[in-house]
């Protein structure tokens, strides 16, 4: 059976909306995401067959494309964009996987840009019947029929904690956690390596900007910000932001033609649904059904990231799925580190492979869950 090595990959700092990198254009971001593997893994940009890119709130058109153009790389290599929202940037590298199992592709970069600093105000054609004068201008794509439920991101995640029934102080203890590990790891040291300071005016951008030096009084001093007299602040949910990342990935025959050292072995990746109204539980589902899948129990898994747009989604997944916190984002999550959009799904990814390799563990999981009732997932194998 073919198999699909993950080489590495590189990523930017993130940077709040309307904070670093405010007006820096996604592709611009990406195109040193690009040439940053290129050169780190030391394979040339004619060799690549393909560059797969997730995005959510950009212009639209096929950004991909204009990101390996801006990036200098030749006209003969093709770009693909995918949007499927939160997990873009995963979906980029399970697609790429399959086309390399499948035999169409040997070498190919997959991850995703998000600058929401940039992102074009969209409005509905005026025959639309959502079309609405006073307010033309929509915050984010329908995720579903009218029929269906279809909540805002954090109006969903209010609805989720009623259900599961998460206290406000675990969601804040959640965040507190969150941002101390995250603290750590950056004090460590331990992205350095994928990780790529981008140059702003003379200023060197390394850190991500949102890992702050929270506290539990602070958490409970901030308001609700979804729902009135709701559980969820700024403080248990993570802010907007602008960010790219990518990975390498390979055949067995490219890794051993152009000479690379994988860092990891991709063993599946899978795409899930469920109902529209608990999009934030998709990654209960992600993980049971690929462990399932690959005749694997949960115990067996070392190590698992998921997306933490919000402090409720984690411990409801956690609890769920019935694992340690001492499992879960071991070096931090979105709540500390941020979530642009397109890009989180490959940035969990590479954290995760940091994750193993910080605590030498073998196996992992990443998932994410989308809104619309959709989630993500990728088993890994760290080498």
């Not at 254009?25 to 030391?42: T, W």
């Not at 560059?51 to 950004?63: K, P």
């Not at 603290?183 to 300071?197: M, V």
């Not at 409970?220 to 949910?237: H, L, Q």
Request: aromatic share 6%; hydrophobic share 40%; with cysteine.
């Amino acid at each position: 059976m073919k198999k699909v090595y993950i080489i590495g990959g590189l990523r930017t700092p993130v940077a709040k909306t309307g904070g670093a990198f405010k007006n820096i254009l996604p592709e611009k971001l990406g195109a040193l995401v690009l040439n940053g593997i290129s050169e780190k893994y030391k394979v040339s940009p004619k060799y690549i067959n393909q560059v797969i890119l997730g995005n959510a709130v950009g212009t639209g058109g096929n950004i991909a494309r204009v990101t390996l153009l801006e990036a200098g790389w030749p006209e003969s290599i093709p770009g693909i964009t995918i949007d499927f929202q939160c997990g873009s940037g995963m979906s980029a590298v399970n697609l790429a996987a399959s086309q390399i199992l499948a035999g169409q592709a040997d070498l190919i970069i997959a991850g995703g840009i998000e600058s929401t600093s940039l992102a074009p105000k969209r409005q509905f054609n005026e025959k639309d019947p959502r079309y609405d004068e006073k307010n033309p201008f929509y915050q984010r794509a329908p995720f579903a029929p009218e029929n269906f439920a279809d909540p805002d991101m954090g109006v969903g995640a209010e609805k989720l904690g009623e259900l599961v029934g998460i206290t406000r102080e675990e969601m804040d203890a959640q965040a507190l956690l969150s941002h101390q590990r995250a603290k750590k790891a950056t004090t460590e040291g331990l992205f350095e390596d994928i990780i790529i300071p981008i140059n702003i005016d003379d200023k060197i951008i390394t850190k991500d900007e949102s890992i702050r030096n929270i506290t539990e009084k602070l958490l409970k001093r901030m308001p609700p910000v979804f729902v009135e007299d709701g559980k969820i602040t700024a403080g248990n949910s993570c802010l907007t932001h602008d960010g790219a990342a990518g990975v390498l990935l390979a055949s067995e025959e490219a890794v051993k033609r152009y000479n690379l050292k994988p860092e990891g072995l991709f063993l599946d990746g899978i795409h899930v649904g469920v109902q529209t109204n608990l999009f934030p539980l998709a990654p209960v589902k992600v993980i049971n059904d690929i462990c399932k899948k690959n005749n694997l129990k949960i115990n067996e898994i070392d190590l698992i990231e998921i997306n933490e747009a919000f402090a409720v989604k984690v411990i409801a997944c956690s609890k769920e799925l019935k694992i340690s916190q001492e499992k879960v984002n071991i070096l931090g999550g979105a709540l500390a580190y941020g979530h642009p959009y397109g890009a989180s799904g490959c940035i969990i990814l590479l954290h995760l492979l940091k994750a193993l390799e910080y605590s030498k563990g073998k196996t992992g999981i990443a998932a994410i869950g989308v809104g619309g009732g959709t989630g993500s997932g990728i088993l890994l194998e760290r080498l």
